[in-house]
């Protein structure tokens, strides 16, 4: 007898850890800048520049960027504004891990505490939260088929497993030169640049993967007519990013998330010599995986009515994906200044940072909730405090539908800020609007036996021997027309033939069982 061999491809998970570390240090005013009497407004974020598995541990290479604003002491310019950006070099134990392996990470700012020391110095004590995924595929030889033994001897089932693909990182870079608008200012000093991707189109296919989309470019900065007036513009800027991927096709999945890696900006004058040109550089970074579903038909049992049959078979585990879904969530609110706020005249800008206190699966349900950090910085009616930086907290909570999910499945969520919007009610009420992004992917962690090798040898005749003539045989709770023709060493015809049976057999049911080996 020839076995037929069949190659499949299994992801099997090796580990999840979860570390955090410290990143902490001193910032220093700049020499050409004056004193701080008071911090102002603050903002952190963590930029991840390679990852690479290592034997039984992960190295996280990145940064972090700090911007700061802060009040001048007994300066005419009220506000100034500091960028600072902080290299990360860090190591976290994964048993089991290794370099060929595909690796998830997810970091995050779990908080971040300022202190000034002077009115020259600042330190800064930031915990970073870490959590690694780490899966290796795994390669299994399998029997599909056994040549001379009749179809109706080999029992089939179907596999259907989720293969990753790709898994890897890599950018594109979008340039170009924005006009400052007409009725603004020139510009003296760019302050900060924020930089939001508000829409994107992913699409995967003839060994590419296309990403469209657009930024939305916030820039803060003092005119050249008067250095204590704050002037914001706002740019939008399409993109368009190609990256070659030569296993993609179209029936696959492909997640791709986008974020600002690096930026820079420049003023730069326009024809008539007036700084009146943002010069734009900006890097955009793409995590990339792709996901193929692939089925099999695969061996699971096998008899022989000449032969006997040694089935061996190895247990595999393997990783598979029961759901994906992606979602928005609008979220409406008021915002009510506190009474000993002053006044505000004109918003300048509104950072928000989503965090997730909780989440987990209920049948076919995602439940998350947590919050988001709210900070509003605005010029305010006020001649002791013209800049003034008001921050808040609000609640959310979102479900999301992700069929076939139970709660003994792993899940992956993550929460994005896709848009803020806001308009001015009165002196000390702003409407916000936040639109909250979700995706989220249920994993089952699976087991499967699948035959691997299997040796024919003779029948023994004693056996044969003490077989009875005939049996009347009662089907039981879960008997099929082949595992009693298997157990009889009969086929399945020749069963239906002598109980003039069409169909399958219904618990209860008396069948004769003739003895048909001669020795």
Not at 75 to 100: M, Q
Not at 463 to 483: F, H, K, T
């Amino acid at each position: 007898m020839d076995l037929v061999k069949d190659k499949i491809y299994l992801d099997k998970k090796i580990g999840t850890e979860s570390s955090q570390f410290l990143v902490e240090g001193d910032i220093i005013v700049p020499d050409i800048k004056p004193d701080m009497s008071s911090i102002l407004q603050t903002h952190a974020n963590i930029i991840t520049d390679k990852i690479e598995l290592l034997h039984d541990k992960l190295n996280f290479i990145g940064r972090l960027d700090l911007n700061l604003f802060y009040i001048a002491k007994d300066s005419d310019n009220p506000i100034f504004c500091i960028n600072n950006s902080i290299a990360i070099d860090e190591f976290i134990n994964i048993d089991g891990a290794d370099s060929e392996m595909f690796t998830d990470v997810k970091v995050s700012i779990n908080k971040i505490d300022y202190k000034m020391l002077n009115d020259r110095k600042i330190n800064f004590r930031a915990v970073i939260d870490i959590i690694a995924n780490v899966v290796q595929e795994s390669e299994y030889e399998i029997v599909s088929a056994i040549k001379n033994i009749p179809s109706s001897q080999l029992l089939k089932e179907n596999l259907t497993v989720n293969r990753l693909i790709e898994n890897r990182s890599d950018r594109f870079i979008v340039k170009d030169e924005l006009n400052i608008p007409s009725g603004k200012p020139n510009i003296r000093e760019i302050l900060q640049t924020d930089i939001d991707i508000v829409s994107r189109d992913i699409k995967s296919g003839n060994g590419k993967i296309t990403v469209n989309g657009e930024l939305l470019l916030k820039t803060l900065y003092k005119s050249d007519s008067n250095e204590n007036i704050i002037e914001i513009v706002e740019h939008e800027l399409p993109f368009n990013g190609v990256f070659d991927v030569p296993k993609a096709k179209d029936f696959m999945l492909a997640d791709v998330k986008l974020f600002v890696q690096d930026k820079y900006i420049h003023i730069k004058p326009n024809e008539d010599g007036e700084d009146r040109v943002l010069d734009t550089e900006i890097f955009i970074g793409a995590n990339i995986k792709i996901n193929s579903q692939e089925d099999f038909e695969i061996l699971s049992d096998a008899y022989c009515i000449d032969e006997k049959l040694e089935i061996i078979r190895e247990t595999v585990s393997y990783s598979n994906i029961i759901c994906r879904n992606k979602m928005q969530s609008p979220i409406k609110e008021i915002i009510q200044l506190d009474e000993n706020c002053p006044d505000i005249l004109q918003i300048l800008k509104i950072n928000a940072a989503v965090n997730i206190d909780d989440s987990h699966i209920i049948n076919d349900k995602a439940m998350v909730e947590g919050i988001i950090d709210i900070d509003i910085l605005y010029i305010a009616k006020s001649d002791e405090s013209p800049i003034y930086s008001y921050k808040t907290v609000l609640p959310y909570r979102q479900t999301l539908e992700v069929r076939g999910a139970l709660p003994e499945m792993e899940m992956n969520i993550d929460t994005t800020i896709e848009h803020i919007g806001f308009n001015m009610l009165s002196n000390d009420e702003i409407d916000l609007r936040i639109l909250l992004g979700f995706n989220a992917e249920v994993i089952k962690q699976q087991q499967s036996k699948i035959i691997t090798d299997i040796k024919f040898s003779e029948i023994d005749k004693e056996i044969l021997e003490n077989m009875p003539s005939m049996v009347v045989y009662i089907v039981q709770n879960g008997d099929r027309l082949w595992d009693i023709a298997k157990r009889y060493n009969m086929s399945i015809d020749e069963l239906k033939d002598v109980n003039e049976i069409e169909d399958d057999v219904l618990v209860g049911q008396k069948l004769l069982i003739l003895k048909n080996v001669t020795v």
